[in-house]
């Protein structure tokens, strides 16, 4: 009933409203783009598009004046006397004569400086006029790109039909195209509410626009602003120490306030700072408009080229309060010859400022969407929409939502799946694929020669994954159902081994997923697999060392996991495990052929005839938890999607019991805790933490398989992003246990605060990495490792590497290495 009351006020609402509407061109007749039209002393504003069409909605016709405010150009105000639904006003903007005689020039001190200071001085203040606000929010987002090719490195380019049906012969045209309106409800310096009452997506009738209020809350009062790094504010505390400044004029808007343009200079090139012009107001210092490019290897990414980030404020004379209207953030970027290009239009009006909120006004819900906010039909969103369509865009609604309804017919999808589902005689050897879209379901087959899972170890020698699975999905209840089985061959062991999965979620409300799998394979001693195929593929091959350890596992296992709190998810499991010890079958290597592999026995490697453990069976629960405090999420119609609040830690515990073993002694109980945390140091990096602790309860005679294994590294290459899960230069079970343990990993990455100001090295653009990693166990002395290395390393737009010193100590015995990191491996595995 809610909802329905509150369409009635839109439709009410609207139909009591009028519209204002026209072009606005310089005085040559060339369109203006992104000129803020707006109502004086109120906060109804809208902005021109490409073309300078702009459409303001008003109140009270015959009583406004309308302001037209645009960077360059004199501010205009035109008072409209018409009483009329309708009214056509076509604006003709002359350039602004800026001006220098009105400020004093001292020859010894730089003017713009002055200003910047009496800016950072006020920015409390004006900060706190906009604390808190309710106001009325839309956005429009597009996505282009130019000269996009069919395959890139033999891979075939599927941006699906949605995204690509009015892409030219070339490659070229609109990818993605979607608006929404909304209410929103804020409080510095985070705190949101918004709620999406209009979504639209080009070619997407079903579709959820993700451009949210959330998403781009810019705010230059504050010291940084988040863009994937913390950018320094041109009026931040420290700002002096990263920019120059350039008075280049002022000039009078129409409330008769002086406008100082200053131009932003960075000191250093590869620091995280914007360059461009901030629009100061004198006397007050708050500000007037931003006009900023932010380099993409300022943010550290390199794909992107240059963003720019404009904003404009209107200033109401009642309240004296300087308000942001309108913000545009449009990007370029590229890889492989192609070029993207995107551009987010967001217009703020019908401000409201509260002097506080209800305790209760903000939860942990950031946005909601309406039932029904994606089936707004065209005259709403021709009524509604502050921003008038391109030619451009408009042509893309009409042509992508046109084709959705014959691509979305069983006859279409049929068609074109059969042209897809056509079976080759290679298939059988290569794998085939089955797709029936309307029905929602798919079938795959892997094929006998499924050469990228070949892989190597001493046990199986080369070995070969294939298989089929099966896939059926409903995304609008949020349910999919997979089947699969993969089968194993090893050639040296000249073992086949067979494993098969289910997995069925039942809605992405709580994400209840139930699971069972069962067969057999070789599992690696640790199970978090701390060696992946390939690297022991390589590492055996090339150079003789076999770091992977492995034993057959025959099992049956059913697991279920589930959302239970916000924030706080269950997941538990049942398995019967049945353990058998495996030896070398292969000596084989490409290289050092005349040396050893190590024995298949992590407790003894030169000791090839005694197994690790003995044959057993026993059966295993676990119960485990995953806290995340401050959890926020979205809530759309088709779902719940969450997100972590980076200001909390997350907590995970754990439980595990083995018990009905073949002998008594294997039975035991476990149970343990992590925390990790990521401690942001503003514009200095960010500290990352993980620590964690466990106990065995029972474990004194417990398989090797059963111990507490780490994650260590001997083959000197990291595969992840981040090394706060594993020591680099420890052996992988040479600190096992089955007692009680704490494991600690530190990790600072200074996002480029040290490595931009060291000349040279800075034209690496990389940044620095400080890392300190402790084990303590019973009865063994602890082992540390410091290390220090750099991220963020590579070849032009590819920075896939990073390298780092490390040095161990563990009872008086010392190491050195180093590790090289292969970011790419973790896609690859």
Known sequence: MRNYTLLAFLFFSISNFAQIKGTITDDKGNPLPFVSVFEENTYSGTTSNEQGNYQLTVKEVGKNKITFQYLGFKTQKITVSRDSKAITL??????????????????????????????????????????????????????KVKDL????????????????????????????????????????????????????????????????????????????????????????????????????????????????????????????????????????????????????????????????????FSYNAKNKIWTKNAQTLEFIAGIFGIKFSGKFNYVYSNYEFPSSFEKKTFGNEVVAFELDANKKDDSFWNEIRPIPLTLEESTDYTKKDSLQIIRKSQKYTDSLDAKNNKFKVTDILMGYDYKNTFKKYSLDYKGLLNLTSLSFNTIQGFNLDSGFSFKKWNEEKGKSTSISTTFNYGFSDERFRVVGEFSHKFNTINYATIGASGGTKVAQFNSAEPISKLINSVSSLFFKDNYMKLYNLEFAQINYSQNILNGVSLNAKVAYEQRKPLFNTTDYSFFKRDDMYSSNNPLAPNDFTTPAFDPHHLFKTALSARINFGNKYISRPDGRYNFKDDKYPTILLAFEKAFAASEKKYEFERIGASVLYDL???????????????????????SFIDYRHFNGNQTHIGTSDRYLNVFNLMPYYANSTNDSYFEMHLEHNDTGFIMNKIPLLNLLKSTMNIGFHSLAIPDRKPYTEFTVGLDNLGFGKFKIFRLDYVHSYQGGIQQNGVVFGLKILNVLN
């Open 90 to 143: 076509n604006v003709k903007m002359l350039e602004e004569s800026f001006d220098l005689n009105e400020v004093v020039i001292d020859p010894k001190k730089n003017p713009a400086d002055a200003i910047i200071r009496s800016a950072i001085k006020e920015k409390k203040d004006n900060s706190e006029k906009t604390a808190r606000y309710t106001a009325d929010f839309y956005s429009k987002g597009m996505f």
């Open 149 to 312: 090719p069919k395959k890139i490195l033999g891979k075939k380019v599927d941006l699906g039909a949605d995204m690509t049906s009015n892409l030219d012969s070339t490659g070229t045209g609109i990818l993605y195209l979607s608006e929404t309106i909304s209410k929103i409800t804020f409080e510095k310096p985070n705190k949101l509410k918004e709620k999406i009452i209009a979504s639209k997506i080009s070619g997407n009738n079903k579709g959820y626009s993700y451009n949210t209020a959330s998403l781009s809350t810019y705010d230059f009062y504050d010291n940084t602003l988040d863009f994937d790094i913390k950018l320094i504010s041109p009026i931040a505390d420290n700002a002096f120490s990263y920019y120059k400044y350039k008075l280049e004029g002022t000039f009078y808007d129409d409330n008769n306030q002086q406008i100082y343009k200053i131009k932003v200079i960075p000191k250093r090139d590869k620091e995280p700072v914007f360059e461009g012009y901030i629009y100061i107001v004198d006397d007050s210092f708050a500000i007037y408009a931003i006009d900023l490019d932010i380099k993409g290897y300022r943010m550290k990414n390199e794909f992107t080229e240059v963003m720019n980030l404009k904003q404009s």
């Open 680 to 702: 942001s140091l503003d514009n200095k990096g960010t500290l990352g933490m993980n620590f964690k602790a466990g106990k065995f309860f029972n474990a004194e005679n417990i």
